[in-house]
């Protein structure tokens, strides 16, 4: 099966085919007449591709190609920046905006309505910005109407009935934070971070295999075993507490990668300038390093929250883009790696197709 991937840069969307075996690739593009374009999801099935992004000059909006032609669709995404995230669940798409939106289209990407259980919830006018803005990067979809958004940096949470309602799931299970710290405030509720886990979602992962969930935020490493009521830190082990993207395996249950920075405020690139991904096959119990085909030394690149992605072939690929233009590509589950684009725009997400 060929492998398309669907590649979001500041400069428009960029395709990157598989020209057999996964070894080889052409890239085509740019798309959507250079708009930013934040994330991309496609339908193998129809070809159909959905691109969500925008600017403060360009607005929001979702660009389509269906049959070939590309066109656009400005929403109405009323009081919205840019587009962020996109989701398929069943028959209809959702799409998160900056500031933090949930957004459904039931007729393939034209028109779009606001799901506006999740804003209209209590305490949401308290949600307070990341250093991106109050994004809504991460959209999971279990079926059955259980879906899961993360926001940066209000936090995660959870909806059973398709988005009508929703409840903030932010619980901690173990390893106190620090003693005495405010993680938050939550209405006129003072949250301690003893008892919740930070409240700046970075990237979450839907693990289909054992339906556990992945959180990578501010301050580490997560995983829920309960659909998000109770989160455990899953940090130990890594190099460092901060990252963005976090992908789980489709099959191989416990089987996650994330790729660690060195930190918030000491650059945001590779601990020691070394790139390495970090794999657990065991749900986070433990972690090995990969690097093999990355670079060693003189690193200082940042991989965005939504610019990894797997695929779902027999061994499954792993994908990851940087803000210095390149994407990476792994044929053996994160074993070693090969640089399959260069000297793109700055890459802000990556997908399969």
Known sequence: MATDLLVGTTKGLFILADQGDRSGWRVSGPFCDGWPINHAVGDLASGAIWAGGGSGWHGPG???????????????????????????????????????ALWESRDGGIVWSKMSGLTDQEGAEAWAPGAAGLVLHSILCGGQGRLWVGISSAGAFASADGGASWERQGRRSNRPGPAGALDRFWGDEEIRAEDEIFSCVHNMAFGAADGLIYMQNHQGVYRSRDGGAIWEEITEGLPSTFGFPVAAHPRDPGTLWVFPLNGDSQGRFPVGARALVWKSVDGGESWQGHGKGLPERDCFFTVLRQAMAVDSEDRVGVYFGTNSGSVFASRDEGESWQEVARHLPTVLSVEVM
């Open 62 to 100: 979702v660009w389509r190609r269906t049959g070939g032609e590309w066109a656009l669709s400005k929403g109405p995404f009323d009081g919205t920046e840019q587009v962020w995230s996109l989701g398929h669940d069943g028959d209809r798409l959702l799409a998160g905006t900056k500031p933090a």
